[in-house]
Nanobody
Framework: QVHLVESGGGLVQPGGSLRLSCAAS????????MNWYRQAPGKERELVAA????????TYAEPVKDRFTISRDNAKNTVYLQMNSLKPEDTAVYYC???????????WGQGTQVTVSS
C-alpha cells in the first residue's frame, strides 16, 4: 500500500535550518508529483512546495519562496524539503503528500513537527 514517512523535524531557533525527508513506497514514485504541506495551530493546511515527477517543475508558496528548497531523488524514492532562515511563523506540522489514481486521491504521511522558537 502507499506509505509516506516524514522525518527531520525538530526545534530550531529563528534563522536556523532543517531538512525534512519523506520516504515513499507502494507506488511508482518517479511517475508522480510530490508535495509538502504544513498546518499550524488554528490554521488550514497549506501547500508549501511541489515538485513534478522528474523534478522539472517546482512551485513554492510565497512565504517560503526564497528560503525553502524542494528536491527529490527518484532512485531513493525520497522527497526533501530544505528549510533555511526559519521564522517562528514556519512552526507547523509538515506533511508529505501525493495524489494518485484517476481521481487524484490524496495520500498523506503522518507529519513531522517543526518548531521555530528562541
Amino acid at each position: 500500500q502507499v506509505h509516506l514517512v516524514e522525518s527531520g523535524g525538530g526545534l530550531v531557533q529563528p534563522g536556523g535550518s532543517l531538512r525534512l525527508s519523506c520516504a515513499a513506497s507502494g507506488f511508482t514514485f518517479s511517475g508522480y508529483t510530490m508535495n509538502w504541506y504544513r498546518q499550524a495551530p488554528g490554521k488550514e493546511r497549506e501547500l508549501v512546495a511541489a515538485i513534478s515527477n522528474l523534478g522539472g517543475s517546482i512551485t513554492y508558496a510565497e512565504p517560503v519562496k526564497d528560503r525553502f528548497t524542494i528536491s527529490r531523488d527518484n532512485a531513493k524514492n525520497t522527497v526533501y524539503l530544505q528549510m533555511n532562515s526559519l521564522k517562528p511563523e514556519d512552526t507547523a506540522v509538515y506533511y508529505c503528500n501525493t495524489k494518485l489514481g484517476r481521481f487524484l486521491d490524496d495520500y498523506w504521511g503522518q507529519g513531522t513537527q517543526v518548531t521555530v522558537s528562541s
